[in-house]
């Protein structure tokens, strides 16, 4: 069964560092997404991708993210600057129908900041 | 202020209990899903549900859309420890291709 794949699983990073969080989305999904969950609270959206541009993102994106599809098959997320704030669990979703709220997630990738 | 609010937040039953778990906006929705989220994965969708009025069935999960399309609720029938989660409501919200989530019910069944 096809799913999405996220590296790494887990990533320790200092204040300051810049981090990248890879995204492998089902093959023939068009719509990406990012969300974050911070430890025991919800799930949060971040930025949603289509067409090779950013459709919409929250209020927690901020300038110091940012996303790509450097290739046919990769999604990253880049933050530039890691806060201790951005300490949280990242999950990379891939969707055939963005309208649908049918949202297919990976396994996450686990940031710590310190 | 949350867009979806779910209630309970936490419930913990015996095996062998019903429960019912609900979903409540103020806003309509074009449709509402419900994930399963383990600790430490991601969510994974159970269902979704589109028609006001609509229930669907997955085995012991019964899940029903609110006639106005603003609350959903999910009813499980004899609850076993495997179904140990947090059950998250879902739906797509503004445009740009974005799902927002509720904060969950975190449900525990004791065998």
């Known amino acids: 069964e096809p799913e999405v794949t996220q590296t790494p699983s887990h990533q320790v990073t200092q204040m300051g560092q810049e981090v990248i969080l890879r995204c492998v989305p089902i093959s023939n999904h068009l719509y990406f997404y990012w969300y974050r969950q911070i430890l025991g609270q919800k799930v949060e959206f971040l930025v949603s991708?289509?067409?090779?541009?950013?459709?919409?993102k929250s209020e927690i994106f901020d300038d110091q993210f940012s996303v790509e599809r450097p290739d046919g098959s990769n999604f990253t997320l880049k933050i530039r600057s890691t806060k201790l704030e951005d300490s949280a669990m990242y999950f990379c979703?891939?969707?055939?129908?963005?309208?649908?709220?049918?949202?297919?997630f990976g396994e996450g990738s686990r940031l710590t900041v310190l | 202020t949350q867009l979806l609010e779910q209630s309970p937040q936490f419930l913990s039953i015996q095996e062998g209990e019903n429960l019912t778990v609900y979903c409540n906006s103020s806003?309509?929705?074009?449709?509402l899903q419900w994930y399963r989220q383990e600790p430490g994965e991601g969510p994974v969708l159970l269902v979704t549900?589109?028609?006001?009025?609509e229930v669907k069935k997955l085995k012991r999960l019964t899940f029903q859309f609110g006639d106005a399309r603003k609350d959903s609720s999910l009813h499980i029938t004899a609850a076993q420890p495997g179904d140990t989660g947090l059950y998250l409501c879902?739906?797509?919200?503004?445009?740009?291709?974005?799902?927002?989530f509720g904060a969950g019910t975190r449900l525990f069944v004791k065998a």
């Open positions: 979703a891939s969707s055939s129908d963005g309208f649908s709220g049918e949202l297919f």
């Open positions: 549900v589109v028609t006001g009025g």
């Open positions: 879902a739906g797509p919200h503004g445009g740009g291709f974005k799902t927002i």
């Open positions: 806003s309509v929705f074009s449709s």
């Open positions: 991708f289509y067409n090779n541009e950013i459709s919409e």
